[in-house]
Nanobody, 122 residues
Framework: QVQLVESGGGLVQDGGSLRLSCVAS????????MGWFRQAPGKEREFVAR????????YNADSVKGRFTISRDNAFKTVILQMNSLKREDTAVYYC???????????????WGQGTQVTVSS
């Protein structure tokens, strides 16, 4: 059975850093595009970052460019989101996702993790 398990969330001050991890099992990890999404209270779930199956290509949402870095280690079936210069607006539940790229360039999500809470406070 496919599982995506996130960890590393918590409480951090404005300007601080946090590193999220997602460990996958039950799927051929190296063949999947991996992504991170987030959902803040009262808002829709939004795309944060994605990385190609081989790790050769990444793309970040405009809101996190220059601050967040996505990476992966296919040997350990793990995808990482390194978050720096965190802002209060980054407060959300962060979800790991596995899928592929649709014909229109958007992610097709096959599997979701259960999420990990990130709270940025002053």
């Amino acid at each position: 059975q496919v599982q995506l398990v996130e960890s590393g969330g918590g409480l951090v001050q404005d300007g601080g850093s946090l590193r999220l991890s997602c460990v996958a099992s039950g799927l051929t990890f190296r063949t999947y595009t991996m992504g991170w999404f987030r959902q803040a209270p009262g808002k829709e779930r939004e795309f944060v970052a994605r990385i190609s199956a081989a790790g050769s290509s990444t793309y970040n949402a405009d809101s996190v460019k220059g601050r967040f870095t996505i990476s992966r280690d296919n040997a350990f079936k793990t995808v990482i989101l390194q978050m720096n210069s965190l802002k209060r607006e980054d407060t959300a539940v962060y979800y790991c996702a596995a899928g592929g790229i649709r014909y229109d360039g958007k992610l097709r999500i096959d599997y979701w993790g259960q999420g990990t809470q990130v709270t940025v406070s002053s």
